[in-house]
């Protein structure tokens, strides 16, 4: 009753449209979650009809490439992902994930990887904000998948500037060599899946890929909530 009455006077309002949430609800309701612009990417078994994957062709080799979300600017994902990314949102990182990780188990896709890695936030960045957002979505992941996760896999060495306005040649330059793997062990032979927010160019996974499987990880897929 006392949970009642709190939901009465404080309704929890979804993240995309500040409605409040209905009974049963989490985090997005049910209106904005039909029209979300989902990619569907894992239900296509033919992988070079996958646009995602042949971003990557003579990059740096991805065993598979997902997002859950087409990118839309000024639209519901794009309210989504600043809310996670500036505004404390953790729960929903973590919301998405679990949703996404449920519809990849569902495809099987959990039996293909061993270890799930996010990308990492410099420790200024992550003092700054107190979170990494890509973390947040890598722990639902990992819960609805039933995969071990491991956010100190991978560390950012140097700290860098923004990726928001940058062409691609300059967000290359701009990660090259920041990052490293910390914990080589644990990610040694291991088929690691590597997530993050948004996949844009790619630059930022291209320079992590590159990282894990020179440390020897037997092979790199990516995941991330959105894709321009």
Known sequence: MFEDLLALLFPETCYGCDKALGKGEKCICTDCSIKLPYTNFHQNDLHELNPLERRFWGKVPVKYAFSY???????????????????????????????????????KYNLQFDLIVPVPLHKIKLRKRGYNQSDCFATGLAEAMQLPWNAKALARTTYTSTQTSKTRFDRWQNVEQVFMVNLPDEVKDKRVLLVDDVLTTGATLEACAVALLDAGAAEVSIATIAAA
């Open 69 to 107: 979300l087409h990118f839309e600017s000024k639209g519901r994902v794009q309210r989504l992902l600043h809310r996670l990314k500036y505004k404390g949102a953790q729960d929903l990182g973590e919301h998405i994930g679990k949703q996404y990780g449920y519809q990849l188990a569902e495809h």
